[in-house]
């Protein structure tokens, strides 16, 4: 029986949210294997049908998962959307998951990776070279040793990282200046509004 199927899968009933879209849904689990979870997910105030849903997906397969039961995060892409009995199911596959993570969810809105990048932001024809510090389906925290004065929340600039292979424009969401005086840096929030 098990050469039969690609991968043992076991039933768990296990509610949870997913982030994708700028939304965080909530959904019931039906199956979990290790490589993927199948869920039955609630619509929202943005996708709210299974069009919206199967819309989506066509452009950007990539979410973020908290599964409760399992204590899990982490990032999922979106395999296969159906519709049945009225009620929109999803094929999910783990891409990159921390387990014990309930706190990690809780304590952030959703999940971010840590990692390390390069590039820079275009602002008014100003070039300004940045050191990432993580990245989410949604958005970077990037690190800028001596911020512009025209770097503040609700501007949009250009975003590059060739170690990414990345460009689009985005969103400044937040500043956070270093406390040291002898310091000028500042981590700055950024969420992506359309990328490449």
């Not at 039969?4 to 768990?12: C, F, I, P, Q, S």
């Amino acid at each position: 029986m098990f050469r039969e199927r690609k991968e043992y899968r076991k039933n768990l009933t296990s509610s949870g949210k997913l982030h994708l879209a700028g939304e965080t849904l909530d959904f019931i689990s039906h199956d979990v294997s290790v490589n993927g979870i199948l869920i039955e997910i609630v619509p929202g105030r943005l996708l709210s049908t299974f069009s919206d849903f199967e819309s989506f997906i066509n452009e950007n397969s990539a979410a973020e998962i908290f599964v409760k039961d399992l204590m899990l995060t982490g990032e999922v892409e979106i395999i296969w959307v159906k519709e049945k009995d009225n009620n929109i199911l999803m094929g999910l596959e783990f891409k990159h998951v921390i387990y014990n993570a309930d706190r990690l969810w809780l304590k952030r809105q959703y999940y971010r990776k840590k990692q390390s990048f390069v590039g820079f932001l275009m602002l008014k024809n100003k070039r300004v070279e940045f050191e990432g510090k993580n990245i989410s389906v949604d958005g970077l925290m990037i690190y800028v040793k001596d911020p512009d004065k025209d770097l503040l929340p609700n501007v949009v600039v250009s975003l590059y990282s060739e170690s990414l292979q990345m460009k689009g424009m985005a969103k400044i969401c937040w500043i956070q200046h270093e406390q040291e005086p002898e310091k000028n840096g500042a981590l700055i929030g950024l969420r992506y509004l359309s990328s490449e």
